[in-house]
């Protein structure tokens, strides 16, 4: 299986960035697609961004497009959100999720692993 640890996650001023990081662990991840979800205090979890098991790939949110950018090393045992241009919106516990088709899916439910989460808070 893939275990999957989220960190990076933090307090940050409106405007201002931050990278969060997904480790996984397993030998076969190269071959799944990757995605970040996210979920807010009263709120359902939501898409965020996706990326497909090549690192072409890749599926974004228009709420985020622009903004946040997802990619994953060369190894591909790690998993990154590059996230600017913070909006206090953006608050959220954010969630990795790898899935077993090496496609970039904004669904959820797609996914069969996640990660434990990691907590952004945005400020204005």
């Known amino acids: 299986q893939v275990q999957l640890v989220e960190s990076g996650g933090g307090l940050v001023q409106a405007g201002g960035s931050l990278r969060l990081s997904c480790a996984a662990s397993?030998?076969?991840?190269?071959?799944?697609?990757v995605g970040w979800f996210r979920q807010a205090p009263g709120k359902e979890r939501e898409f965020v961004a996706a990326?497909?098991?090549?690192?072409?790939?890749?599926d974004y949110a228009d709420s985020v497009k622009g903004r946040f950018t997802i990619s994953r090393d060369n190894a591909k045992i790690t998993v990154y959100l590059q996230m600017n241009s913070l909006k206090p919106e953006d608050t959220a516990v954010y969630y990795c999720?790898?899935?077993?088709?090496?496609?970039?899916?904004?669904?959820?439910?797609?996914?069969?692993?996640w990660g434990q989460g990691t907590q952004v808070t945005v400020s204005s």
């Open positions: 999720a790898a899935r077993l088709r090496g496609t970039p899916s904004g669904s959820s439910a797609e996914y069969d692993y």
């Open positions: 990326m497909g098991r090549s690192g072409i790939s890749t």
């Open positions: 397993g030998r076969t991840f190269s071959a799944y697609a």
